[in-house]
């Protein structure tokens, strides 16, 4: 308990501030594109809808008769049909931002960031101040002459991440549910929230997403031990997030990828157009197998690359 005190006064620091601050903005800037996205698509529906085209038979270069008349019909039916689908998607992209700007649906929305690529790239960037900048500042030597056991050190390093990203996403969620409060008068939508404003989908997102911040504050730290520098950490942060999208997509493996597993748990498959509560790849649904076969494969993943760290840190820690 002594060892998590010590290293939550560490994250005092303006670094971890300034991320809780990013996350505050990021939360309002993607509400913003999706709920004046959603509005802008609204009027548009309006616009188009109330616009009717009449066309004859010299518009499509047919001579008055039966022919010209059938054409005519059917090109009126599939445009009434296309607009009929137009109106249906609209209707749920307004929907789903107007749930954005409900503090439920806010929930929801800022969970959907911090469980994809946002959340993962916080985690590099906490660890990579917190564990990789221990070397570079010089006290990881004096750290581990306090606790030799690695193990409990690097728990609470995760541990501590983990809470970093958790506040994170707490900040966000207040600012995009103060920014809700504001955006309904400025981007009204005439359609009621749908079942992303519900008590439900918002305690699912954020379960799910504080379980998948916990594997990346982990998976984080162990980066952040090994290469023991700030820089590098961020970057192979960035570089496991490129891997993780490029593989979620393919055909048959992706499914089967740690990427896929993240956005089935956190439910983006399904999610209108325009609704920006995540920045990461969905897998293909036909290839989905059992979504708890696909977990426990990449839990075995994890702790299998874990077993690995565990072996290969340990002796470079004791001389650290």
Not at 84 to 90: D, H, L, S
Request: one cysteine or more; charged letters at 15%.
């Amino acid at each position: 308990m002594l060892l998590l005190r010590a290293e939550l006064r560490k994250c005092a620091r303006p670094v971890v501030a300034g991320l809780l601050v990013l996350s505050a903005l990021a939360a309002v800037v993607t509400a913003t594109y999706g709920q004046e996205f959603a509005h802008a698509q609204s009027e548009a529906t309006t616009l188009s809808v109330g616009y009717d085209e009449m066309l004859s038979c010299d518009d499509i270069g047919e001579r008055p008769g039966r022919r010209c008349y059938e054409l005519l019909a059917r090109d009126r039916r599939s445009e009434a049909e296309e607009n009929k689908r137009f109106v249906a998607e609209t209707n749920r992209q307004a929907s789903a931002a107007h749930a954005s700007q409900q503090p439920l649906g806010a929930l929801g929305f800022t969970a959907g960031l911090f469980g994809s690529l946002f959340g993962l790239l916080l985690a590099f960037a906490i660890a990579a101040v917190h564990v990789g900048g221990e070397w570079r500042r010089g006290t990881a030597p004096l750290m581990f002459a306090t606790e030799p056991r690695w193990g409990r050190v690097l728990a609470a390093k995760v541990a501590t991440t983990w809470l970093g990203c958790t506040l994170a996403l707490g900040v966000a969620w207040l600012a995009a549910v103060l920014f809700g409060q504001l955006s309904q008068s400025i981007w009204p939508l005439g359609v009621p929230p749908d079942a992303h404003a519900s008590l439900g989908f918002a305690l699912e997102r954020a379960v799910a997403a504080s379980g998948i911040l916990l594997v990346f504050s982990l998976v984080a730290v162990v980066v952040a031990a090994w290469l023991r520098a700030p820089l590098p950490t961020l970057l192979t942060g960035i570089a496991i997030a490129a891997v993780l999208n490029a593989l979620t997509p393919l055909e048959v493996l992706g499914a089967w990828t740690p990427g896929a597993v993240v956005s089935d748990l956190m439910q983006f498959a399904g999610t209108p157009v325009g609704y920006f509560d995540h920045i990461w790849a969905l897998p293909d649904p036909a290839d989905a197998a059992p979504l708890a076969i696909r977990v426990l494969a990449a839990g075995a993943l994890l702790v299998a690359g874990l077993a690995y760290a565990q072996r290969a840190l340990a002796p470079r820690d004791r001389i650290a």
